[in-house]
């Protein structure tokens, strides 16, 4: 086995124990909290901001738990995986810093709750590239990668921008109102032009349809979240459901462009 094998296998374990140290406090099982909900004074709550998801929406990260749980037990058996190799560190990178996320908020320091974050996306970012063109390598590199980082990078995009606006708020901008209702109809056609630019950077279509699929369940909430929730907005409820409209109907196509796109290679094979 070469040791820059057996290396990046330890360092995603490593990652994977922060990542697992930052949940138990997220969680609330350490720390005296009731969790995310309860810290950075309530910045966090699914009514603080305009963006924020309902509540229901974050039963996705058990899901996106369990997948990564997956894949830091796949890496060390797909020892020969083309992409096993490229998502090693990357993906190392996501789950360290979902640790430090969690424990940053514990701390209350919203601002750097926000680099962080952007660090996230930025790690998932580049495992999308590394495996953009790939040859489709079997059922163990389809779950576990392109599904677990799909998923993973999908509601990271909605939860940046959920992050972000809880920053402002802790620096006294107004979360109600006409300016900020304004600006977060901005903000969602923001996060519809970036999943447009995310389908176009690969053409794996299992990862595009992960990605969708979160991004959607995300927007679908924060559109729950204005029209029932504690914190109103016609405005903002009805602008997250023609997001989340739009962001189906970007995967249907990006899903058709990857399908044609992969019939050649699958002939010649």
Request: net charge neutral; charged share 10%.
């Amino acid at each position: 086995m070469p040791a820059t094998l057996r290396r990046d296998q330890i360092l995603v374990t490593f990652a994977a124990v922060v990542w697992l140290v930052g949940t138990a406090f997220g969680m609330g099982l350490v720390g005296g909290t009731d969790g995310v909900n309860e810290q950075g004074e309530g910045l966090f709550s699914d009514s603080a901001t305009l963006i924020a998801p309902h509540g229901p929406a974050f039963t996705i990260w058990p899901v996106i738990y369990v997948f990564l749980a997956g894949y830091v037990i796949w890496q060390w058996i797909a020892t020969d995986s083309r992409w096993g190799a490229v998502t090693r560190l990357p993906a190392a990178a996501s789950l360290a810093l979902n640790g430090i996320w969690l424990l940053v908020v514990f701390a209350d320091w919203l601002l750097v709750s926000v680099l962080v974050m952007l660090g996230i996306v930025a790690s998932l970012g580049m495992i999308l590239a590394r495996t953009a063109d790939l040859p489709q390598e079997g059922l163990g590199a389809t779950i576990w990668v392109a599904v677990t980082f799909g998923l993973y990078l999908g509601w990271i995009c909605v939860a940046t921008c959920a992050n972000i606006a809880s920053w402002l708020v802790g620096m006294g901008v107004p979360e109600d109102g006409t300016g900020p209702a304004f600006t977060t109809v901005a903000v969602l056609a923001v996060v519809v032009g970036l999943v447009a630019l995310l389908l176009t950077r690969t053409r794996q279509p299992v990862f595009q349809l992960a990605l969708v699929a979160a991004v959607t369940w995300g927007v679908a909430w924060v559109a729950v979240g204005r029209l029932t929730g504690d914190l109103r907005s016609d405005l903002v409820g009805y602008a997250a459901i023609v997001t989340a409209i739009t962001v189906v109907g970007l995967g249907v196509g990006a899903l058709r462009t990857s399908s044609r796109k992969l019939e050649p290679s699958m002939a010649g094979s």
